[in-house]
């Protein structure tokens, strides 16, 4: 799915990123969805002094949505992978496209949903390779939900 090809409306902001440079921080303020329309991201989150890759995104691709959508700070850093180029939207004018483009709309709904899956993936997986007993890995998400 490819969300650049989408009409363009007046509030839309382009910008340019060379390889490596900091599109936005962890804990930055989360007032922009992006779409790539060129170029690749990486999406890191620290862990104590290391950088874990949560996810890389290309052209077509949009991130920045958890901070936009929940107005929280921004969870993980983005940074450009070669050149890249964004197409940059406000919250105005994330709802108009929403508004205006109901197949805009669908896709970046199916593209969320995708993300789910692939987390629930990674999520099983992570469980496979602990060998814990399901009792335990229970407890684990049980708590994690802060239900505990």
Do not use: W
Request: charge should be positive; hydrophobic fraction near 40%; include cysteine.
């Amino acid at each position: 799915m490819d969300l650049t090809r989408k009409s363009r409306f007046k509030h839309d902001v382009i910008e340019k990123f060379e390889d490596g440079q900091c599109i936005f921080e962890e804990g930055d303020n989360g007032r922009n969805l992006y779409i790539i329309q060129k170029g690749e991201v990486r999406i890191l989150k620290k862990m104590g002094d290391d950088d874990v890759e949560l996810a890389r995104f290309e052209r077509g691709d949009f991130f920045g949505d958890m901070g936009l959508l929940q107005n929280i700070p921004r969870y993980a850093g983005a940074y450009a992978v070669g050149n890249v180029r964004l197409l940059i939207l406000g919250r105005a004018g994330f709802l108009l496209k929403m508004r205006r483009d109901p197949t805009f709309a669908f896709e970046m709904l199916q593209q969320l949903s995708h993300r789910i899956k692939v987390s629930n993936d990674r999520l099983l997986q992570l469980v496979e390779k602990s060998k814990l007993p399901t009792s335990e890995i229970q407890k684990i998400l049980h708590d994690l939900d802060g239900k505990a």
